[in-house]
């Protein structure tokens, strides 16, 4: 019965570019918190259910966003490689800045983290990397 399910299922991600993004956005998004959660949440000692929401929270933020961005590509897709880049490095920009503010003030009010602004910087660099990446990959494999 499980190897019907399976077979179904890569089935429906090789035929399918909506499946195959949606299944590259589940499975990224899963590897961040996971990775999110062994490498910052349980490392420093801070199983708690407030980070552990905490880091629930920003992948649903972070699906949610990349899902905007994914629209924003399709329809600039037809144009120039210069306005593209253009258009596609500000989007980027501004929604892992948004993306940031919105997991930082997430977590102040989750926890009592009450210096986490004076990070912003190294919050913010770490997410424009993390989403420019998820949204080229997602790009690419769901336009095939």
């Not at 399910?5 to 429906?12: D, E, P, T």
């Not at 299944?23 to 259910?49: I, P």
């Not at 602004?117 to 993390?130: A, D, H, S, T």
């Amino acid at each position: 019965m499980i190897s019907t399910i399976n077979q179904s299922v890569k089935m429906a991600i090789k035929q399918d570019a909506t499946h195959r993004f949606w299944f590259w956005q589940a499975s990224f998004w899963l590897f961040l918190s996971t990775v999110s959660f062994f490498t910052l949440t349980l490392w420093y000692s801070q199983v708690t259910l407030a980070n552990v929401v905490h880091t629930l929270l920003q992948a649903i933020l972070g699906l949610f966003f990349s899902v905007i961005l994914y629209k924003i590509f399709d329809r600039i897709w037809d144009k120039s490689i210069i306005y593209r880049l253009c258009i596609g490095l500000f989007m980027v920009f501004i929604f892992a800045f948004i993306w940031t503010i919105f997991r930082m003030q997430a977590l102040a009010w989750l926890t009592p983290a009450d210096q986490v602004w004076g990070e912003f910087g190294g919050w913010f660099f770490r997410q424009y990397i993390y989403i420019l990446m998820l949204d080229r990959i997602i790009s690419r494999y769901s336009l095939l």
